[in-house]
Nanobody, 123 residues
Framework: QAQLVESGGGLVQAGGSLRLSCAAS????????MGWFRQAPGNERDFVAA????????YYADSVKGRFTISRDNAKNTVYLQMNSLKPEDTAVYYC????????????????WGQGTQVTVSS
C-alpha cells in the first residue's frame, strides 16, 4: 500500500526552526499534489501548506505565510516543511498528505495521509 511517513518533529523554543520530512513509499507521488496539515488537541485538522506536482508557487495558510516553506524532491519521493520563527500556537501534530488531482484546503478531500509527527513549541 502507499504510505507516507513524517519525521522531524520535536520540541523547540519559540522563534526556533524545525524541518519536517515526509517520505513516501509504495507509490510514486511525483504527479500528486503534496500538502501539510496540522491538528492541535481539541481542534480540527487544518491546512498548512501545499505544493503542486509540478512545483511552482506553493500555497500556504495565512497563519504560516512568511514563516513556513514547503518543498518537494520527486526523485526522493519526499516532501518537506521548513518551519521558521515558530510560535507556541504552531504546536500540533503535523500530517503530510497527498492528493491526485490538485490542491485543496479541505482535509477530507486528500487521498493519502501519514501518521503524523508532533511539533511542540515552548514559549
Amino acid at each position: 500500500q502507499a504510505q507516507l511517513v513524517e519525521s522531524g518533529g520535536g520540541l523547540v523554543q519559540a522563534g526556533g526552526s524545525l524541518r519536517l520530512s515526509c517520505a513516501a513509499s509504495g507509490r510514486t507521488f511525483s504527479t500528486y499534489a503534496m500538502g501539510w496539515f496540522r491538528q492541535a488537541p481539541g481542534n480540527e485538522r487544518d491546512f498548512v501548506a501545499a505544493i503542486f506536482w509540478s512545483g511552482g508557487t506553493p500555497y500556504y495558510a495565512d497563519s504560516v505565510k512568511g514563516r513556513f516553506t514547503i518543498s518537494r524532491d520527486n526523485a526522493k519521493n519526499t516532501v518537506y516543511l521548513q518551519m521558521n520563527s515558530l510560535k507556541p500556537e504552531d504546536t500540533a501534530v503535523y500530517y503530510c498528505a497527498a492528493r491526485a488531482f490538485g490542491v485543496v484546503t479541505t482535509a477530507t478531500l486528500w487521498n493519502y495521509w501519514g501518521q503524523g509527527t508532533q511539533v511542540t513549541v515552548s514559549s
